[in-house]
């Protein structure tokens, strides 16, 4: 029989109606085997995910406040759902434990992870479906970084043992049993280790939109869907802001060879989006997707006859390297250099590193400048069709935008352009139009 792995997010099972939703698609095909359910999410825009409420309070309990009333809040919202579907389920023990692990400094990533493992208790008792433990399958090190090997060996043996099964996401445990997370959104990445193990024939990843959009519906009113992108193309995106799917979450599937579906809990009946590991089916646009992300900033670095001087790269990058930033373009001129970074990871550091950058290169000038945006364009056509760089720079001039930056990787799989964080979304509206808009 085929197998399915299916990964609800946030979204999806916010409240008890969610719920309902999520247990239709799972009746609606017996070969959807596997559930991973995230913690719930937002019901509406303005409330909280209680992934951020499980920070909130297990700070403060880190500050010897009294955290009772906010834990009391978070227990209100799996109380609802229990309700709402008249679950013969009482999570008190549940609480009470937490409770006395928060009062031992049990640790931040164990206070995040009982969001999605008392969701995947409810979910388990919904369903029917035995419930595993994420933390006595998916493996860290005490570090807490993940062990891809080990997990699947793990996680293979335990999944033969069950038919159908709900695993929560987001989090695992060393072998000392301390419980560790992914970064945020990470159920995504849960739900791929778990198609693995499960060696299954295809991940669905349920979410609140009708599949990969060509750019983000936030700056983009209703952009076009996606019907199929490729691994690589997919991770370019993700990687650059488009955050449906997290960016890691591909690794796990794309050695075995699953494709991913993602697919809209609110819309079941629409196909959502393919995520494949090759395709000869053409885009339908010169692009596939457009993402980007705020906070950057770029160094420049300036120094005569820089051209000839061997070594010269690799000694700025060993600044940064020493300081714990990682570079994301290095866009270079015969006598100048611009590094790209992570505002947030740059912004302490600034003085140290100009400092030490002025020591090792003996540069005649370094100039900051922060407040940048980074704008991928990405699409596995893009190679075969002249002019695309070319169209990108008259629609960013006719929308009056300052390209900072342009970069083009060596895949031809992608082009990056830099702009000031003000005019960001002109820029992502510009692009969508010449390359999408124009064509429909
Ligand atoms: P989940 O809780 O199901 O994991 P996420 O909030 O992590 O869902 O991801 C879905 C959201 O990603 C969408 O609601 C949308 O606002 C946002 N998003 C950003 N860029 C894109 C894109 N290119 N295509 C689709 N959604 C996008
Ligand atoms: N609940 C976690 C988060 O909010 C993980 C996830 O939703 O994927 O980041
Ligand atoms: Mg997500």
Redesign the pocket.
Known sequence: MKKIVVKF??SSLANAEQFRKAAAIMKENTARRYVVP??P?KRFPEDS????LLYQCYASAEEGKDFEKELEEIKKRYQEIIEGLQLPLSIDQEFYEIKQQFENHAGRDYA?SR??YLNGILMAEYLGFPFIDAAQVIRFDSNGVFLPEETDRIFHERLKQEQYAVIP??YGADEQGVVHTFS?????ITGSITAKAAQADLYENWTDVSGFLVADPRVIPDPQVISMITYKELRELSYMGAGVL?EDAIFPVRKAGIPINIRNTNAPKDKGTMIVANTCMPSPFTITGIAGRKGFASINIEKDMMNTEIGFGRKVLGVFQDHGISFEHVPSGIDTMTVFVKEEEFSGKELLVIEQLYQKTEADSIEVEKGLGLIAVVGRSMREQRGTAGRIFSALAHAHVNVKMIDQGSSELNIIIGVDNGEFETAVKALYDIFVTIQL
């Open positions: 997010g946030g995230s913690a999410g995910k209680v992934t951020d995040a969001g999605e996401g987001f945020r959104g990470g159920s995504d997290h």
